[in-house]
């Protein structure tokens, strides 16, 4: 790359700091730039004592209460960030950089916006904290076309952006991008981490019917569940579109009924997943017997919501979460303890997921020695910690995901409490839900913009 | 002085324009002063200045306008994608693709008149959006949007031999690049411009007959008058307004979703010219400021951000206001929002615009001036 | 023969909701002229009243579960069940018939204040003025309801003993796989009980008579010293109780959430206006015509011909209906057309 395209580069990306950016274009070597002065002038370089964070999240529409869920969670990092509360994770955190004064002695402040699940509005939202609030960081998000376009709009802005809620293969897949961070499994880490328990409770010969949202997240949720599957030995009968926000879907599952599939696998999300699945147990799906089996329904991606919007129809279906609660390890422990005293209620996986999303860009801001996205872009990649939940995890630097221990979970059949939900089926490590980053494409673009 | 009042046009457009452009400057003190925002202002100020063409001088309700928009905006980023990031050809595009659009639904659903036209125009807005937002995939990437890419064609940038950098390329006008602030003044000169002809429109005899068919298509008929060609040509135009602000949807920022085209965003449409007076020339654009402050300065505001506003309070009123004022701010702006609807409409049945007259009307009594060239055709 | 029998029952069982949903609608809208946008929030309030008394019933008498140190967490036994034991158990099973009861005074109160609050100034205004102030009262209905229930769907079953699906190929003599749930078969015949109740009463009474010579030409039954105002209250207060029962009886199928109303909101337009303005025959039949052709689109032997048929057919058959039929099924000249 020449230094000419890089500065005009940079000034079209802030037409009012153009004349700064010069500084950060300067073609010294990267790697000795720790705190050098070159590093200094970049969009939204922290000024004064204090540095904003942008939490994008659902605040109206169907997701706001997993919204306000991870909103609670940012709240609780910005204060464990600042010193404040009992520290949640930085205790066991490790490695860990965070001293607990801020980041890089700078106070933690943020701004908030409401994304309303609609790629525009949360566009407009995480410019309005860009480019008016004078936000750093930008995290949140709660359904993939969200996170996907914002993430966009993110590299283009050169501002780092650590996704919420996104579930979708194409978020580190297709789609991913050098300034874009996904903590949050995928939908092929769900079907990886399915396939063992599928097989050894429900055997190796079963016809599975799918029915899929008919948008991007759907279509890589069926195509992985699929994959893994028809790899245990099932024959998938017939796979099914359903428009996204149907409400009753029953047209849908009346042909299942006579079809002769004997296992139904709801490739829906939230809502439709909600409305789907209590429609298809009104249906007598779960009491019939097909082919000499018990007819048996999968709901591959689990949220504490949707178990909560379904209700008795969740117990006994597996599927998967990216964490839960209930886990048992010293940094779930300490995250649930903490969110616990101050709200009252465990949090959800969203918020679990943003929280350590906020205190892993923290820390590796801690880690370069500068809020310069490139270097904190590189702190990141390949950086493996521990004590966050999930076990041994590492952000893979091909394709910014993280790479942790799944989930396999139940609805509870007798719950103890209110938020004894879900049942731990089993917590499949992190080596049998790897994949080769290859396998999706994509391309993460320049690390300066 | 007969030259100095309102119903001279050119007075009109430069005070228009001195207000356009200086909005950087008086939108500060209200937190509006951000590119991204300026940019909405202006973009969605054209939408509802070309749909109060349709619904403020014919009083035919489209609810199928925002179909327009999402074309506008697939064509405009299909244009950069295949041709050039220049935005004049992808604007050029856009408007005609959008007016082509709006001539076949139009010719359709003008077949009827009154609720069945609405409902017609919903239905095929509807139909776009479910199908953008799946089958067509292919052609609009569904619920991601369709977003630029590096490996992009781009025949007539490659044949013009503009470099290929790292990254993806961005919009511009003849080098100009087209985000931030230079965007929003892009988008102003064209908000002016359709303005301009908005004004030509409501003053021509043309507009007076597109009024004539609200107040009574049937007495029009009778005397022999065809009015299908007048409203076709006020829906395709409004319709190639409702293109352009798609088109410079993404020119500011290139990405094009089918959510643009779902029903509220063609209900969005209707309640900003209603909320600002539906068949005035200004009440659009203040129903359009209104609505889009409220989108994305008021859902922001958090209580940490309510704390510091009111903190000249004593600390215990402080707390009180802060926790009665959190319902109506932040997730709670669409409360505020449907609150504000019913109480302008309760209370100003022309709109805001009609306060704004009232306003004008009794300053000019208090000072003893004459009220009868007030501002009523604006 | 199986799919085909399943997916006419089903059609009917769409068609009995949409109908029902319309019905309420074109009380109002096709017969009182005023374009009401609330009436999918009317709706989910009825809905509201079912999750409110399941709250209500399920009132708990909460024991700490003393393992979980961090937070509270409760195990909930209800006070019902405590006191009068299996019978506790069967009242709160019935929450959802029982809240029918409470549905009715509650919806009638809203539809009245409403009516007589708001509505009634707008009988004179422009459709787009009453567009834009029931659209503002639809957002504050839903904002009020979310503030207290929260935005996520709350599980709201029915009765046990009709949760499963019944037999009906065996009761007919047909194949023994045609089976359907209680629940919506129970939805279909109350629908009907609803639809012709509404028509019985504007059709056998006196009351009735005059509401539909007001609907005609008000001016002359006025001039006749009728008090056709408070006429028009009583019919904007049944509207909102058919809304709101169509809601209650929703609300095993749809968990209810606060924006539910707005999803249905363009629907029950598309329904009434297919059917025609001014016509309770029409936004029934249309409810009826729409639920089948939808259920038949989306049938996967239709799907693989035509994709994505299922998701556009109810707008597209409105488009053909409107093209073939310029006043809908049965719509009325000059009923809102100008």
Redesign the interface.
């Given at each position: 790359?020449s230094k000419k395209?890089n500065s005009?580069?940079n000034?079209?990306?802030?037409?009012?700091k153009a004349s700064a950016a010069t500084g950060a274009v300067a073609s010294s070597p990267m790697f000795f730039m720790k705190n050098a002065y070159a590093a200094e002038n970049f969009r939204n370089a922290p000024k004064g004592g204090s540095v904003k964070l942008g939490f994008n999240v659902p605040?109206?529409g169907a997701y706001?209460d997993e919204?306000?869920d991870e909103l609670r969670a940012y709240k609780l990092a910005v204060e464990h960030l600042n010193g404040g509360g009992d520290g949640g994770m930085m205790n066991t955190m490790k490695p860990m950089s965070l001293k607990g004064n801020g980041v890089l002695g700078k106070k933690v402040e943020y701004?908030?916006?409401?994304t309303q699940t609609?790629?525009?509005?949360a566009?407009?939202?995480a410019?309005?904290?860009i480019?008016?609030?004078g936000a750093l960081m930008i995290s949140g998000g709660s359904s993939?076309?969200v996170a996907?376009?914002v993430q966009?709009?993110c590299?283009?802005m050169g501002v780092i952006f650590m996704a919420g809620l996104t579930h979708s293969n194409?978020t580190t897949g297709k789609?991913k991008r050098r300034y874009g961070f996904r903590h949050f499994f995928n939908a092929k880490m769900s079907g990886s981490a399915l396939g063992p328990v599928l097989k050894k409770e429900m055997g190796s010969d079963r016809r599975a019917y799918h029915l899929t949202a008919?948008?991007?997240?759907g279509w890589t949720q069926e195509e992985s569940i699929k994959e893994t599957t028809e790899g245990l030995g099932w024959k998938t009968h017939k796979t099914v579109?359903t428009?996204?926000g149907a409400g009753d879907f029953s047209q849908y599952i009346t042909p299942i009924l006579n079809s002769g599939a004997d296992t139904l696998i709801l490739n829906h999300y939230g809502k439709d997943m909600i409305n789907s699945l209590t429609q298809a147990v009104q249906f007598g799906l779960r009491d019939k017997m097909v082919n000499g089996k018990q007819f048996e329904i999968i709901v591959p991606l689990y949220s504490r919501l949707m178990a909560q919007g379904a209700g008795e129809n969740l117990k006994g279906i597996l599927g998967t979460t990216n964490w839960n609660w209930a886990l048992k390890d010293a940094g779930s422990q300490a995250f649930v303890k903490s969110f616990g005293a101050k709200y009252g209620f465990p949090p959800s996986m969203a918020a679990h997921t943003c929280y350590v999303q906020t205190l892993l860009y923290a820390n590796a801001c801690e880690m370069a020695g500068t809020f310069y996205p490139p270097e904190v872009i590189k702190a990141l990649e390949g950086f493996n910690f521990d004590g966050m939940g999930n076990g041994k995890t590492e952000y893979r630097a091909e394709d910014h995901q993280c790479f942790k221990n799944v989930l396999v979970v139940r609805g509870n059949q007798n719950p103890t409490s209110q938020f004894d939900l879900l049942e731990i089926v089993q917590e499949v490590p992190r080596s049998q839900v790897e994949y080769d980053a290859s396998i999706f494409g994509g391309?993460l673009?320049?690390y300066k913009? | 002085m007969m030259n100095l009042s309102l119903k001279n046009n050119m007075v009109v457009m430069l005070i228009f324009s001195a207000v356009v452009l200086t909005a950087p400057l008086w939108l500060d003190p209200i937190?509006a002063?951000?590119?991204?925002?300026l940019q909405?202002f202006a973009i969605f100020g054209i939408f509802a200045i070309g749909y109060n063409i349709l619904?403020g001088l014919t009083?035919y309700?489209s609810f199928g306008h925002a179909t327009f928009l999402g074309v506008g905006s697939y064509t405009a980023v299909w244009s950069f994608k295949l041709f050039t990031m220049n935005v004049v050809p992808a604007i050029i595009f856009a408007i005609i693709i959008a007016g082509v659009f709006a001539l076949a639904i139009g010719y359709?659903s003008l077949?009827?008149?009154?609720?069945?036209f609405s409902?017609?125009t919903?239905?095929?807005a509807?139909?776009s959006y479910?199908?953008a937002?799946?089958?067509l995939?292919p052609i609009t990437n569904?619920?991601?949007?369709l977003?630029l890419t590096?490996q992009d064609p781009r025949y007539l940038d490659a044949m013009a031999g503009v470099?290929v950098?790292?990254?993806?390329p961005?919009t511009?006008l003849f080098g100009q690049?087209m985000?931030?602030?230079?965007g929003f003044y892009f988008c102003a000169v064209m908000l002016i411009i359709g303005f301009y002809i908005s004004l030509k429109i409501f003053r021509s005899p043309y507009g007076l007959k597109l009024i004539a068919i609200k107040s009574n298509?049937n007495r029009m008929n009778y005397t022999g008058f065809n009015t299908r060609p007048y409203l076709l040509s006020a829906f395709v135009i409004s319709g190639m307004y409702a293109g352009l602000a798609g088109a410079l949807?993404a020119v500011t920022?290139p990405?094009a979703?089918a959510?643009?085209m779902q029903?509220t965003a063609s209900?969005e449409v209707?309640?900003m010219t209603?909320?600002g007076g539906?068949g005035t020339l200004v009440g659009p654009l203040l129903g359009v400021g209104i609505i889009k402050y409220f989108?994305?300065i008021f859902?922001?505001l958090?209580e940490s951000?309510l704390h510091e506003v009111f903190n000249f309070l004593p600390q215990a009123l402080e707390n009180t206001v802060v926790a009665v004022t959190h319902?109506f701010v932040?997730?709670?702006?669409?409360?505020t929002?449907?609150?504000?609807?019913?109480l302008?409409?309760?209370f100003l049945?022309g709109g805001v615009m009609e306060g704004v007259t009232n306003l004008i009307e009794f300053i000019k009594k208090k000072l003893g001036m004459s009220g009868d060239e007030s501002g009523d055709t604006l | 023969m199986d799919a085909i029998l399943i997916q006419i029952l089903n059609g009917l069982d769409k068609g009995g909701a949409y109908a029902l949903i319309a019905l309420g609608l074109t009380l109002t809208f096709g017969t009182l002229g005023v374009?009401n946008f609330a009436h999918g929030a009317l709706f989910m309030l009825g809905a509201f009243c079912a999750v409110s008394m399941q709250q209500l019933l399920t009132i708990s008498k909460k024991v700490k579960d003393e393992s979980i140190t961090f937070f509270d967490a409760y195990k909930e036994q209800p006070y019902l069940e405590i006191w009068w034991g299996d019978a506790g158990t069967v009242i709160i099973d019935y929450a959802v018939p029982i809240s029918i009861l409470f549905a009715i005074p509650v919806m009638l109160l809203v539809g009245v204040v409403m009516e007589r609050g708001?509505i009634k100034?707008f009988y004179k205004?422009t459709?787009?003025?009453q567009?834009?102030?029931t659209?503002?009262?639809?957002?504050?209905i839903?904002?009020?309801i979310r503030?207290f229930y929260g935005a996520n769907p709350i599980p709201t079953p029915a009765p046990d003993i009709v949760s499963g699906s019944a037999a009906v190929g065996a009761a007919l003599g047909l194949s023994d796989a045609l089976v359907y749930p209680w629940w919506r078969l129970i939805y279909l015949a109350f629908s009907a009980v609803i639809i012709f109740g509404v028509f019985a009463f504007l059709k056998y009474t006196t009351f009735g008579m005059v509401v539909r010579a007001g609907m005609s030409d008000r001016e002359t039954v006025s001039l006749l010293g009728i008090n056709v105002e408070r006429r028009f209250t009583i019919v904007f207060g049944i509207a909102t109780i058919v809304a709101g029962l169509a809601g209650v009886m929703y609300a095993p199928i749809l968990p209810p959430d606060y924006h539910m109303g707005m999803d249905f909101l363009?629907l029950s337009?598309?329904v009434v206006?297919?059917g025609g303005?001014g016509s309770l025959e029409g936004a029934v039949a249309a409810g009826f015509l729409l639920g089948i052709l939808q259920s038949f689109a989306s049938m996967n032997e239709v799907k693989t011909i035509l994709?994505?048929i299922d998701?556009?057919i109810i707008?597209?058959v409105?488009?053909v209906v409107?093209?073939v039929r310029?006043?809908?099924l049965m719509?009325r000249e000059g009923v809102?057309?100008?």
């Open positions: 790359m395209d005009q580069n000034s079209r990306r802030d037409f009012l605040q109206t706001a919204g306000a701004v908030t916006g409401d609609k790629s525009d509005a566009r407009a939202s410019k309005r904290m480019e008016k609030d993939s076309g996907i376009a966009g709009l590299q283009e194409d789609d008919d948008y991007t997240w579109k428009p996204v391309d673009g320049p913009v | 937190g002063n951000y590119p991204d925002l909405k619904f009083g309700l359709i077949r009827r008149s009154g609720i069945y409902i017609l919903l239905a095929f509807q139909m479910s199908l937002y799946s089958v995939t569904g619920e991601t949007g977003q590096i470099a950098k790292e990254g993806l961005s511009n690049l985000s931030g602030y230079s298509q949807m920022d990405l979703g959510e643009r029903w209900g209707v309640l209603i909320l539906v989108e994305n859902s922001a958090n951000a319902h932040g997730e709670g702006w669409h409360l929002l449907g609150a504000l609807f019913m302008v409409v309760i049945p | 374009v708001l100034h205004r459709h787009a003025e567009i834009l102030v659209f503002g009262l639809a957002i504050v839903q904002e009020i503030t363009v337009f598309v206006v297919v303005m994709p994505g998701q556009i707008y597209l409105a488009v409107l093209l310029p006043r809908g719509g809102m057309e100008d």
